[in-house]
Nanobody, 132 residues
């Protein structure tokens, strides 16, 4: 059974940085394209970023790419989300997701995650609150 466990969330002030981490267990993380999503209260889940199975490609939501970045360490089975210059509107529950579709080894590794908002596995989420 594949499990994704996020960590690193918390309460921060506007302008701060925060790094979220997701640990994959039950199967090698290199089997998956990985992504981060977020959901703010009363809003739909939103795609944040995705990374190819080998880390050779990343894709980030246009509105966030100047402040957020995604990385992975397959040796540690982890995927991180670096968030800089945080704003109150970044307040949300952040979810890690894993996709094992046929897209993951292609240049369209982000397609199922970003465009179709689909994944094979989801984490339980970690809360990020940005407030002064």
């Amino acid at each position: 059974q594949v499990q994704l466990v996020e960590s690193g969330g918390g309460l921060v002030q506007p302008g701060d940085s925060l790094r979220l981490s997701c640990v994959v267990s039950g199967r090698a993380s290199s089997d998956y394209a990985m992504g981060w999503f977020r959901q703010a209260p009363g809003k739909d889940r939103e795609f944040v970023a995705a990374i190819r199975w080998d880390g050779s490609g990343t894709y980030c939501a246009d509105s966030l790419k100047d402040r957020f970045s995604i990385s992975r360490d397959n040796a540690k089975n982890t995927v991180d989300l670096q968030m800089n210059s945080l704003k109150p509107e970044d307040t949300a529950v952040y979810y890690c997701a894993a996709d094992s579709s046929s897209y993951v080894t292609t240049n369209f590794f982000y397609l199922r995650l970003a465009r179709f908002m689909r994944a094979d596995y989801w984490g339980q989420g970690t809360q990020v609150t940005v407030s002064s």
